[in-house]
């Protein structure tokens, strides 16, 4: 089946540093891709959309400008969490549509800003 | 609203024994679902997943039963280990629309 591969599992940067978080499809063009947060305590929330060879689409309260998301190819997504703060803490996760044989997410990524 | 409900909001097991963990859903346009673990302190991990077009999925002690026409999801454990004692949450989303959906979450303790 549609695997999507998302690195790193965890990482852990200094305050002020950015961090990039990749997203692969690897059997299949993921025609778009969406960015989850989970807060403390509380579901996954949707970040952003992102088409290949578009801009992303942000959901309201999401700085663009903090969190960068890149879909340059059909097969590969990434969320660069810039001059990171302890508050950007937190279990990112991607998903990956093709639009047509389905969807599929990937693993997350647990980021610690120290 | 709530679309995806996990009504058993803990469960208590014996080591060895089965577990069933279950999740209700409301909306017929979810085609993919998934289980996810977590600990305290941590961020949730991945389980297993399934889509809409299988009704069983199986990996290791954990086995995802899909039931369409009751919009029902179930996770089996077997055989339960200590290790195993955390949340689990289910989610589920859409083809059409991308946005997962969160159970909240049933705290499953297996007892040595």
């Known amino acids: 089946g549609a695997v999507v591969s998302q690195h790193p599992s965890r990482v852990i940067c200094k305050s002020g540093t950015s961090v990039k978080i990749e997203c692969r499809s690897l059997?299949?063009?993921?025609?778009?891709m969406f960015w989850y947060r989970q807060f403390p305590k509380q579901s996954l929330m949707l970040m952003a959309t992102?088409?290949?060879?578009?801009?992303?689409?942000?959901e309201q309260g999401v700085e663009k400008d903090k969190f960068l998301i890149n879909h340059a190819s059909l097969t590969l997504s990434t969320l660069t969490v810039t001059s990171a703060h302890p508050e950007d803490s937190s279990f990112y996760i991607c998903?990956?549509?093709?639009?047509?044989?389905?969807?599929?997410f990937g693993s997350g990524t647990r980021l610690t800003v120290v | 609203d709530q679309q995806v409900k996990q009504n058993s909001p803990s469960l208590s097991v014996q080591e060895g024994r089965i577990s069933i963990l279950n999740c209700d859903y409301t909306?017929?346009?979810?085609?993919?679902f998934l289980w996810y673990k977590k600990y305290p302190a941590e961020g949730p991990t991945f389980l297993i997943s399934?889509?809409?077009?299988?009704d069983k999925n199986e990996d290791g002690r954990f086995t995802v039963f899909l039931n369409k026409s009751a919009k029902h999801l179930s996770l089996h454990i077997v055989p339960s280990q200590p290790g195993d004692s955390a949340v689990y949450f289910c989610?589920?989303?859409?083809?059409?629309?991308?946005?997962?959906?969160f159970g909240q979450g049933t705290i499953l303790t297996v007892h040595p």
């Open positions: 909306n017929s346009m979810f085609d993919y």
């Open positions: 992102s088409n290949e060879g578009s801009k992303a689409t942000y």
């Open positions: 989610l589920t989303g859409g083809t059409s629309y991308g946005k997962l959906t």
């Open positions: 399934i889509s809409s077009i299988k």
């Open positions: 998903s990956a549509s093709t639009g047509g044989i389905g969807y599929t």
């Open positions: 059997d299949f063009q993921a025609t778009t």
